[in-house]
């Protein structure tokens, strides 16, 4: 016989699992600190690459101030310059992420609590029968 109540139950874990747990089941898969380190070190990856994306680009448009005062720059000053510029901007970027994914984590996981206990609640009702 079908028990409304569990059909009820399982249409509301059906519906968390196409909208929000589309994001938050891969998620608790992870360990935190797992988490956290892969998208923090994802992170740095995509700063180093678009940092270099940008220095190269404004290289090649002050292309002509370059090539007229190639004599007179300190290359290792600005070779310096440049690397203190990119590990400031990394240092930023990985501290927002560390933030920014703690807190998805943390998010996540309060968020699968409920599902969690819909799911104990549906295995004790097939449990009694």
Do not use: C
Not at 68 to 73: F, P, R, S, T, V
């Amino acid at each position: 016989m079908l028990d409304e109540n569990r059909i009820r139950l399982m249409a509301r874990m059906a519906s968390y699992e196409e909208t929000e747990g589309k994001k938050t089941i891969p998620i608790a898969g992870y360990f935190r600190g797992d988490y956290v380190t892969f998208n923090v070190v994802m992170t740095a990856i995509s700063v180093t690459i678009a940092f270099a994306l940008l220095t190269a680009a404004y290289i090649y448009y002050n292309m002509e101030t370059f090539i007229a005062d190639i004599y007179k720059l300190d290359i290792e000053g600005m070779a310096r310059r440049i690397l203190s510029i990119y590990l400031i901007v990394l240092g930023v970027f990985s501290v927002f992420a560390y933030f920014f994914y703690s807190w998805k984590y943390d998010r996540a996981k309060k968020s699968l609590h409920g599902y969690h206990q819909a799911l104990r609640k549906l295995s004790d009702s097939y449990d009694e029968e």
